[in-house]
């Protein structure tokens, strides 16, 4: 199984302005591996966001459903240009064809 590209996000601070060059972290809540393949829980994959709180790049993530052990989920938080919190959440990233966009998440933990 490969990994999958993340892309959107559309994050915003409390007003509902998108999170204009800020941030976004993911960190796999245990060690997991897929084939031969570690996926090390302490490896924190971050992000640059554009103007509209979008991914900035190309960011690459190990489809939940393609790990072991299968309860594995990704603690996602974007900040603000300024480095404040502004969103987290527990999410599971699906397996695919093609990118995923963020923006189309629901979290699972608020």
């Known amino acids: 199984m490969a990994i999958r590209q993340v892309v ?3 994050w915003m601070d ?12 993911f960190q796999i809540n245990t060690d997991a591996t897929s ?9 924190i994959v971050s992000a640059t966001l554009d ?12 489809p939940n459903d393609a790990l ?6 990704y ?9 404040q919190l502004a ?4 999410n599971v990233i699906p397996s695919g064809i093609g990118s995923f966009d963020l923006g189309t998440l629901t979290p699972l933990i608020y």
């Open 8 to 10: 959107g996000g559309n």
């Open 14 to 25: 409390v007003l509902g302005n998108p999170l204009a060059l800020g941030s976004v972290t």
């Open 35 to 43: 084939g031969t393949q570690q996926v090390d829980a302490g490896r």
């Open 51 to 62: 103007v509209n709180g979008n991914i900035s790049g190309t960011v690459d993530i190990w």
């Open 68 to 73: 072991t052990p299968t309860n594995t989920i």
């Open 75 to 83: 603690r996602i938080k974007a900040y603000s240009a300024q480095g």
């Open 87 to 90: 969103w987290q959440s527990e």
